[in-house]
């Protein structure tokens, strides 16, 4: 439990292509937190956070940070070693949930969580004969659907490939799943109700994600029970399988056959009142600031082994 008269310092920004996403996630944070009577000061994150956090005098952050930096361990090593608790999962997970690669290698073994076939192109490497198409091919690292397209033919394969490399060199090109697209946010362990994305393109990419109108989404999802169930366990499965703690959330496509394959983890997921997280608490008569206060409430950090 954070204590009452704690400085909360939301950190927002950042360094990562995400900025303006998480300035907004940044702002309704805050704004919850002050609704509750919270005392909070905005950071927007550069390379000085570490002198505006002791400026700042912040005893705990909220960190509303996505993509590299922020999301993917390194603000989180510097908390470590300020001391300063702070929201979400720790620099382990982080940095693995950031890696789809990793991510899918640290899941192989759990039981609940399915995972669609894939080939891993690293720099200077070639694929391997038993490619078979459709495929969808991604950034190993980050990515928010900027650049993930299906690959039906060979043609447009050494395009993706192309495309791909824009963003990462090691790229992951995986099994293309036809289904239902669905994302189940987990709570310090508890899955939050099943949302449905329903983009009107027929593909989730940034522009779906990111404009006004283009997906429309339904929580909790019409989808069948068997689907319900399976992606709930299988996502907290991946959230307590790679030790996420706070808020995460998790990706998957539901094929035909009703078993939900697992595509992502995001460690930070988008916060602002409209998005995913928050509609998915609504259902449980949880509002935005009660889930903004409960994240808070579990920010915790490692405590050193060595005091000079
Ligand atoms: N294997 C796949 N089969 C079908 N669609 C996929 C697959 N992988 C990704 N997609 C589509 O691309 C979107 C983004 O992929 P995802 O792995 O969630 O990365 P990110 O959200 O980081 O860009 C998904 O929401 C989905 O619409
Ligand atoms: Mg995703």
Known sequence: MVERGARVGVLMGGLAAEFDISMQSGKAVSGALRERGWDVVDIVVDRDLARKLVDARVDVAWVALHGRFGEDGCVQGLLEVMGVPYTGSGVRASAVAMDKIATKRALAHEPGVRLARDWVLRAGGSLPDDVALPVVVKPGVGGSTID????????????????????????????YVEGDEITVAVVDGSPLPVVRILPESGFFD??????????????????????????????????????????ARADFIVPANQEPVFLEINTIPGMTATSLSPMAAKPLGMSFEDLVERVLHGAHCMEPEYTP
Not at 164 to 173: G, N, Q, S, T
Not at 231 to 247: K, N, T
């Open 148 to 175: 993930i397209g299906i690959v039906r033919d060979q043609g447009a394969l050494a395009e993706a490939i192309v495309e791909a490399r824009k963003y990462d060199e090691i790229l992951l090109v995986e099994e």
């Open 206 to 247: 940034f522009a779906a994600k990111y404009t006004k109108g283009l997906t429309r989404y339904e929580c909790p999802a019409a989808i069948s029970n068997k689907a319900t169930r399976l992606a709930s366990e299988a996502a907290v499965q991946a959230f307590v399988g790679l030790g996420c703690a706070g808020l």
